[in-house]
Structure formats: structure tokens, C-alpha cells
């Protein structure tokens, strides 16, 4: 396994919940809503705290703390919790041995998880997908999960800025034969999806998949939900941001840019959207 990071529901509760090497701080050091509205002083603190849900002591169970979810319970992800999904998921050969053979690369964290490929797998087989876009390829792990799952006529552009990593992922194609399916483009991913509008291929994609730049994501899905058809899925990764998101006294400028980006999605009527808490979440837009 690679040290990719899967969203812990538990992260997000580090306002109140505070550690230190592991090691809880007393509760006289945590963060109260009073505090914390001290520190910022915006509306948008409150609401957050007014939704902040607990963890149920010694248990995999994250409550909602908003009565009005009715107590809702949802499962929390730990190590072990994780690891038993993770032999749950059917890896392909090929893609287990290119995840081993990037896990000792620099950057390994970035590619998707197999439990990720597996549903990017399945959207594109449910909808029948024969053509689809990948913005931000690494070594190849999610664009040959979906490659693999195409059809001989399948076509998939991959978009990737650094020439080393594509060298893996081409090597990778080859291996699985499924390079002529594939059309990887060396560059920056906006550009290549303007080329690609200029070139008439508005409309004519059934999937596309979000996973580079952050500070880009708005930018990467205008083009995209030009390029994709209607009733087409546009995938967004790394939504949940290792939890930041929901933090209010985290606004490092990639934050800011998902957190913005997700706000804008959910005011955003030309798609439907189901946000769901895989790996570091991702968003699942289909275009009305
Ligand atoms: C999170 S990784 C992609 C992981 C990949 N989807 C996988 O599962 O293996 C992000 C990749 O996007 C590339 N990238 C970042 N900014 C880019 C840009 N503006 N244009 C093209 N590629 C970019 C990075 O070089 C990096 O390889």
C-alpha cells in the first residue's frame, strides 16, 4: 500500500478532540465555541461549530450533533476499519503491481485508493462510458483502473504535466494492453481541455475525473462540463482535503480553493451532486 491518505472521519473533530502525538489534551485546552469565535469572527465559525458531530467514546460511530439528523449515525474509518475494506476491494493484478511499483516513488500518496479506482471502475462501467477525460494521471493507477474496464473502441485522454511520471504510466498501458485506448497529453491539464473544446469535442465525453491542481478545480470543471455530455459524470477527488474543509481556522489558500469550490457545486444548478467520504472524498457531478 501506498501512504495515500484516507479521510478519518475522527480528523475532523481535532477542535474538540485535540491531540498531541496521539495523546489527548486535557479538555481545559480545547477549543470552546466561545474561543473559537474570539478567533474568527466571521458567521461562518458558528455554523460550523453548530454542525461540528461527536465521536461516540471507544466506538466506530461518528454522531451528527444536529437533533435535526435525528442521531443520525455514521461509521467511522480506522486503520483496522480500512485495512478490512481494503480486502474487500477486487484489484486487478496489473494495477496492484503498478501501486506497488509507485509506492516507492516520491508522490506516491497522490495516486487514488484501490477502494477509489474500483468506484471510478464501476461509474464508468454503469454508464456505459466509451469516452473519457483524466485530469492529473501520475503514475497511471486511476486512469488504468478506468482503461481496463473501456471497450476495445474505449478512448481516454489522460492529462499530466510531468514527463517522468507519464514514462510509469505508458509502461503500465503497454503491460495491460491498453495503450491504444489511452492518449496520454503532455502539458498543463487546462490547456489540453481548451484544445480539446477548439477542436469541436464539446459534448462528446461520458466521464471525466478531477484530480490535480486544487487551486485549478474550478477552472478544470467549467472546461469539463463543456466537454462532457449531458448525463455525463465529472468526478472531483480530494474534496474532504484531509479534513480540512470543515475546519474553520485552516485557510491555507488550497483549502480556501476546495472549500469554495464545494460551496460553489452545491449552489450549482447545471449538475446533480452526491459528495461521498472515499479516500479524501469525492464528488460525483452528472450534468443536467
Ligand atoms: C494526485 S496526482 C494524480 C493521481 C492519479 N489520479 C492516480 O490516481 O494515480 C496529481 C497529478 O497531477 C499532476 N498535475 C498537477 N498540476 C497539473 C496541471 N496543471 N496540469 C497537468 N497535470 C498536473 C501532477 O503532476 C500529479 O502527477
Redesign the pocket.
Known amino acids: 500500500m501506498s501512504n495515500r491518505m484516507v479521510l478519518s472521519y475522527t480528523n475532523s473533530f481535532a477542535l474538540f478532540r485535540p491531540k498531541f502525538n496521539g495523546h489527548s489534551i486535557p479538555s481545559i485546552y480545547h477549543t470552546d465555541v466561545l474561543s473559537l469565535t474570539r478567533h474568527v469572527s466571521s458567521a461562518t465559525a458558528l455554523s460550523f461549530c453548530q454542525l461540528q458531530a461527536s465521536k461516540l467514546p471507544d466506538s466506530p460511530v461518528t454522531v451528527a450533533s444536529d437533533v435535526r439528523y435525528g442521531s443520525k449515525q455514521i461509521i467511522s474509518v480506522d486503520s483496522p476499519l480500512y485495512d478490512y475494506i481494503l480486502t474487500n476491494v477486487r484489484e486487478p493484478k496489473i494495477l496492484r503491481e503498478l501501486r506497488e511499483e ?1 509506492a516507492t516513488m516520491r ?1 506516491s500518496q ?3 485508493s484501490p477502494d ?2 474500483q468506484l471510478l471502475a464501476m461509474l464508468v462501467q454503469i454508464l456505459g462510458a466509451e469516452r473519457c477525460i ?10 488504468l483502473a478506468v482503461a481496463l474496464v473501456l471497450p476495445e473502441g474505449g478512448h481516454l485522454v489522460a ?4 514527463g517522468k ?1 507519464i514514462e510509469v504510466a505508458k509502461r503500465y498501458y503497454d503491460r495491460a494492453g491498453v495503450s491504444h485506448k489511452v492518449d496520454v497529453r503532455h ?4 490547456d ?1 481541455l481548451k484544445s480539446l473544446i477548439e477542436n469541436g469535442e464539446s459534448c462528446r465525453y461520458d466521464f471525466a ?1 478531477v ?3 486544487k487551486k ?1 478545480y474550478q477552472e478544470y470543471f467549467e472546461l469539463l462540463l463543456q466537454l462532457v455530455r449531458v448525463g455525463g459524470l465529472i468526478v472531483v ?2 474534496v474532504l482535503w484531509h479534513g480540512r474543509v470543515s475546519d474553520p481556522l485552516v485557510n491555507d489558500s488550497k483549502t480556501l480553493s476546495i472549500r469554495n469550490f464545494n460551496e460553489n457545486l452545491m449552489k450549482d444548478n447545471r449538475v446533480d451532486i452526491s459528495m461521498v467520504p472515499i479516500g479524501d472524498g469525492m464528488t460525483i457531478c452528472r450534468k443536467r
Not at 483524466?134 to 486512469?143: L, M
Not at 492529462?159 to 510531468?162: A, K, L, T
Open positions: 509507485t508522490g497522490m495516486q487514488v477509489q479506482a483524466e485530469v492529473g494521471t501520475y503514475t497511471g493507477y486511476s486512469s492529462c499530466e504535466r510531468d511520471v502539458g498543463l491539464a487546462a489540453t475525473f484530480d490535480a491542481e485549478m477527488d480530494n
